[in-house]
């Protein structure tokens, strides 16, 4: 069963979702998240699309399986999705409860999700079941910072954004590690919070 604490949080958020997450970040982070995707090759699963905000980023011609928690979130982005040059099934779907057949993906895709999965390791372990042998996945994330003053300061500021939003101090990159896979690059965009994460399940 889905998770529906977490399917009603998201789909509150919905209606105002491209105005708080559009503007400022989207706009910086656009380069990387390009650069990211541009490795989009195979039968790819895109995690997380909410509103669609990623899809102008995404290159052109791609056969893309997408998934959201949040009916709400979906809706909105359904103008993007008709106007990206390729292919996008989206569908509703519970990364906790994915109804692919094991081994069914050759890359897994996500941009800022962990910080809002309730139970990483486990959404994680979920992918690498679905990845094929040898298969990639791909993260663009912000997690918490292991240096003070901003480890305690994202800590404190979970406390009062998880109750509408993401988590500010996720270990994201420990906890691929922790359901299996092995990490082949992380690069830091922004000091040691935003990260693009390369991990590979085993061939």
Not at 95 to 110: A, G, I
Request: charged residues 25%.
């Amino acid at each position: 069963m889905a998770d529906l604490a977490t399917r009603k949080k998201w789909d509150k958020a919905a209606p105002t979702f491209d105005v708080m997450a559009a503007g400022g970040a989207e706009v910086r982070w656009k380069p990387y998240k390009q650069k990211l995707f541009s490795q989009m090759d195979g039968k790819i699963l895109f995690l997380a699309l909410g509103t669609g905000l990623d899809v102008p980023t995404f290159p052109p011609g791609k056969d893309i399986t997408a998934i959201d928690i949040s009916p709400n979130m979906l809706e909105r982005a359904k103008d993007r999705i008709a106007a990206y040059d390729g292919t996008i099934h989206a569908k509703v779907m519970d990364v906790h409860e994915m109804s692919f057949e094991p081994e069914s993906f050759d890359q897994v895709f996500t941009s800022c999700t962990f910080c809002s999965v309730p139970n990483p390791v486990k959404g994680l372990q979920a992918l690498y079941w679905v990845l094929k042998p040898g298969g990639k996945l791909f993260m663009f994330e912000h997690t918490g910072s292991a240096f003070y003053p901003f480890k305690p300061m994202m800590k404190l500021m979970s406390l009062l954004t998880e109750p509408i939003g993401p988590s500010m101090s996720r270990t994201t990159v420990k906890n691929v590690q922790a359901a299996g896979f092995k990490v082949t690059e992380v690069e830091n965009v922004f000091l040691d919070v935003v990260k693009i994460i390369k991990a590979e399940k085993s061939a």
